[in-house]
């Protein structure tokens, strides 16, 4: 794995346990990429299936990085075939997390399987969703509060009650 240290633009990609035990995706790793294409962002990408069995490895990366000196982190779930609970309560425990310290921090779900999980769980409505990992990249680090509030785009934020 990187080391903690932001710094040039830097990439690894690492998979983890299969998950999933039957259907089309059965078997399918979770590929997972970290870049830090700004000092102050790190961009964790996850591909494949985000179950109980993998959400573990994306909290390896993405912990670290919560308590690193970075000013924003983007998680970017756009490959993924599957979310599954434990997937959501970690971008729950996540964003609270970056809220508290501070950070900036979005998420890129553009596709029907991630933004379905997010409607479900209610996080589309509390979490800063973007359509693409440039849009949220831009996004989170024009923003230094941290506020996922801020963060969501109008045009991804549910209507008010």
């Not at 479900?120 to 979490?127: H, I, N, Q, Y």
Request: with cysteine; hydrophobic share 45%.
């Amino acid at each position: 794995m990187l080391a903690n240290t932001p710094g040039a633009a830097k990439s690894e990609t690492t998979r983890a346990p299969t998950g999933g035990v039957g259907g089309p995706t059965a078997g399918l790793p979770l590929r997972l990429r970290l870049d830090f294409t700004d000092p102050e962002l790190a961009v964790l990408s996850a591909s494949g299936e985000l179950d109980a069995l993998t959400t573990p490895a994306l909290a390896d990366l993405l912990w670290p990085r919560l308590m690193s000196k970075l000013s924003a982190i983007v998680v970017d779930l756009s490959g993924l075939r599957f979310l599954g609970v434990a997937g959501l309560e970690l971008l729950v425990a996540a964003n609270r997390y970056a809220q508290h310290r501070g950070l900036a921090f979005g998420v890129v779900s553009n596709t029907r399987t991630v933004d379905r999980a997010l409607a479900a769980s209610g996080l589309d409505r509390t979490l800063a969703c973007y359509d693409s990992a440039s849009e949220a990249r831009a996004a989170v680090l024009a923003d230094g509060s941290g506020s996922s509030e801020e963060l969501v785009p109008q045009s991804r934020r549910a209507p008010a009650d």
